[in-house]
């Protein structure tokens, strides 16, 4: 204790180092008036007296029903109940008054000491906090030392506030379980990072990154899995497109085979046709009218033979008037060109009739309708 610092001895206060002079320490607190026995124990009234009066006024209103006439009567009956009952209440709130007014005194002036005490407690108080405070203080740090002794490497990722746990600072828990625990989270780690290490394989960096967010291995694996999941679902989106996509060329090269298959099919028909259409006009032979100037008339064959006039085919150089056979002369340089007429038909395809059409204009043959 200091110096001056106050002991209670057997009932009396002395001071350290002071003469022993005996002090009595009145510290219990007793009633003086009225005593312990002597609290009012009943309050006494005209009870019975007040419950009769009220009994019978209320008993006025019992059944009563009011009109459209009477409102005004029931208006004024409220009103006077009303009345009634504050004049009760008043008087108990006087009552209470009274009988509080000197506990209110009394509570006043024992808080004035109460408050005394109070100084001394809050000084008292500070320290003990104080104190406990150092000692969780240095708690910590021994529970600290522990940490770095065990985290090794990964205290740049795993920092101590994470593993820390505000329970161990409390009295009820000891220090070696304290330390012990933290040790036990570190292994843990530790463990977890190896698991990771050897199980994951193209996401092992994602996945040690969520564990050291989380240190939540579960979610660690998860995610793992996630991407495996995801870069397989990507790779088999991958091969179904180039899949479809060979599918897409084969069937266009089929496609394309086909049409030329189908064309080279059509080419040949109308090759056909053409032969056919040929052969059919070279076995029959169309008449033909030569453009003379006496309106005499001889029947050419255009495919290299001529009637002669007398139901004879007869090759074309050896025409004349006569029914002779002999040589037709060429036309003198300045006499123009004999002109024939012929009217026959012909059958091949459009592109054929096309290119019959579009020799005879380049050789400025007239041609048109047949019969006319």
């Known amino acids: 204790m200091e110096q001056n610092e106050i002991q209670k001895v057997e009932g009396e206060v002395v001071a350290e180092g002071a ?61 006077e ?31 004035g000491i109460l408050a005394l005490i109070d100084t001394p407690v809050g000084i008292i108080d500070t320290q003990i906090k ?4 150092q000692k969780k203080e240095e708690k910590k740090e021994q529970i600290r030392e522990a940490y770095s002794a065990a985290i090794g490497e990964l205290e740049k990722v795993i920092t101590f506030e994470r593993l820390f746990d505000p329970r161990y600072l409390n009295a009820t828990y000891s220090l070696p379980k304290a330390i012990a625990d933290i040790q036990g989270k570190i292994e843990k780690v530790k463990t977890d990072l190896q698991t990771i290490d050897e ?6 960096t994602n996945a040690q990154d969520i564990y050291l967010k989380t240190l939540d291995l579960s979610k660690a694996m998860a995610e793992e899995k996630r991407l495996h999941d995801l870069k397989e679902k990507m790779e088999a989106d991958k091969r179904a497109r180039e899949e479809a996509e060979r599918r897409r060329i084969e069937q266009e090269e089929a496609r394309r085979q086909e049409l030329a298959r189908r064309q080279a099919e059509e080419a040949k028909r109308r090759e056909a046709e ?29 495919f290299g033979t001529y009637d002669n006039g007398n139901g004879q085919n007869v090759p074309e150089n050896a025409l004349n008037n006569t029914g002779n056979t002999k040589s037709v002369p060429e036309s ?5 060109a004999k002109r024939y007429r012929a009217t026959f038909w012909c059958e091949g395809t459009l592109e054929e009739i096309k290119a019959l059409g579009a020799y005879m204009r380049e050789h400025n043959i007239k041609y048109g309708k047949a019969g006319k």
């Open 19 to 79: 003469e022993l002079a005996p002090v009595k320490a009145e510290m219990e607190f007793r009633l003086i008036n009225p005593t312990e026995g002597g609290f009012l124990k009943r309050i006494e009234w005209n009870r019975a007296e007040l419950e009769a009066a009220v009994k019978a006024k209320v008993a006025q209103y019992e059944g009563v029903t009011y009109t459209d006439d009477t409102i005004q009567a029931a208006k004024a009956d409220r009103a």
């Open 81 to 111: 109940l009303n009345k009634l009952k504050a004049a009760i209440e008043d008087r108990r709130k006087i009552v209470k008054k009274v009988i509080n007014e000197p506990y209110t005194v009394f509570e006043k002036e024992l808080k």
């Open 130 to 133: 104080d104190y406990e405070n």
């Open 199 to 204: 199980m994951c394989s193209d996401y092992k």
């Open 274 to 302: 053409r032969q056919a259409a040929q052969e059919r006009a070279a076995a029959q032979v169309p008449q033909a009218e030569p453009e003379s100037d006496n309106g005499n008339t001889q029947a050419v064959n255009v």
């Open 332 to 336: 003198a340089p300045d006499a123009p």
